[in-house]
């Protein structure tokens, strides 16, 4: 490892565990040499940027402000060997993919598996997030790609293409009072017990948003963060929620749950494929990116 990386690997491992003897452990090294390199890095800054304290190691308030860097730096050079090592190589490497809950769920089981089933030396890995969460890592060159359901966005440096359309609607059971009427309003909306989606979630944005809009208040008594549980809920209870549409459609085909078009709803939302354009695309990206276009063609649920 270059020894300028390897300082900013000290500072970022010294952040997370605090012992000298630690960081030695973690990279190999002799405990001796990391002190070196750490007050070598305080002579070349002029600065403190370590303290001891109660037999650990913390960041100053300078070293802090260095290990925001030493980590957006770690990630880069990560990136760049393994951008490198892959070039053009499609039989081995790895993806990096955040995706939000219902592309996650809905979306994405078949699409990895056909991949995988072309190029099973590729390992692929999945982290579920809220759409919020994703757009962060993706700044912070955490993953590969993401694909999030969201309304549309500017935020450089990360660009965005659509996959699918993602409507949201109005889910309850079959026996629900809300299934005597062919079309909602508002007014019968604020009526009725609503469970509401995490309040991170894009879905909740919406609704808060969509509420506001129309100057209602729900009935809100339940908020949870799993869109089977919120399903699960509605079909036993007598509440309602918003959700999306491409989540309902089994329980719908199955008579389990009814769905309606949110009324008044001047919010859209589709689902994104985003990259940050800073990063370096390697051919096994690439590829994936293509497959995900294809397949998003094929499919009849997309």
Not at 127 to 134: D, E, G, L, Y
Not at 143 to 167: A, H, N, R, Y
Not at 181 to 200: D, K, M, Q, R, W
Request: aromatic residues 8%; contains cysteine; hydrophobic residues 40%.
């Amino acid at each position: 490892m270059n020894l300028n990386l390897l300082k900013f690997r000290i500072v970022e491992l010294l952040a997370q565990h605090k012992k000298v003897t630690a960081v030695a452990e973690l990279l190999e090294l002799k405990q001796p040499t990391v002190t070196f390199h750490m007050k070598n890095l305080e002579k070349e800054f002029g600065v403190q940027l370590f303290e001891s304290r109660a037999g650990k190691t913390y960041l100053t308030e300078a070293g802090e402000a260095l290990r925001h860097y030493a980590h957006k730096i770690n990630v880069l050079a990560q990136d760049a060997e393994r951008v490198v090592k892959e070039f053009d190589q499609l039989e081995r490497g790895s993806i990096r993919i955040g995706a939000s809950y219902v592309p996650a769920t809905y979306i994405l089981p078949a699409i990895l598996s056909s991949f995988a089933k072309r190029y099973p030396q590729i390992m692929i890995s999945l982290v579920v997030k809220a759409s919020p969460v994703i757009k962060d890592m993706l700044l912070n060159h955490e993953i590969d790609i993401g694909i999030m359901s969201t309304q549309p966005f500017q935020l450089p440096p990360l660009v965005s293409e659509t996959i699918c359309k993602d409507e949201l609607v109005v889910i309850f059971s079959p026996q629900h009072s809300l299934a005597q009427h062919p079309e909602l309003n508002p007014g019968l909306l604020s009526e009725v017990p609503f469970i509401l989606h995490g309040l991170e979630s894009s879905t909740r944005q919406l609704t808060d948003k969509w509420a506001l809009t129309n100057g209602i208040s729900l009935n809100a008594y339940l908020e949870l963060d799993s869109l089977e549980a919120i399903k699960q809920s509605v079909m036993l209870g007598d509440s309602a929620a918003f959700i999306s549409k491409l989540a309902v459609n089994k329980e719908s085909g199955r008579g389990e749950l009814e769905f309606r078009p949110i009324p008044h709803n001047l919010f859209k939302r589709n689902v994104y494929l985003v990259y940050n354009q800073e990063r370096r695309q390697s051919a096994l990206i690439v590829q994936f990116i293509q497959h995900l276009r294809q397949s998003s063609k094929k499919y009849p649920e997309l």
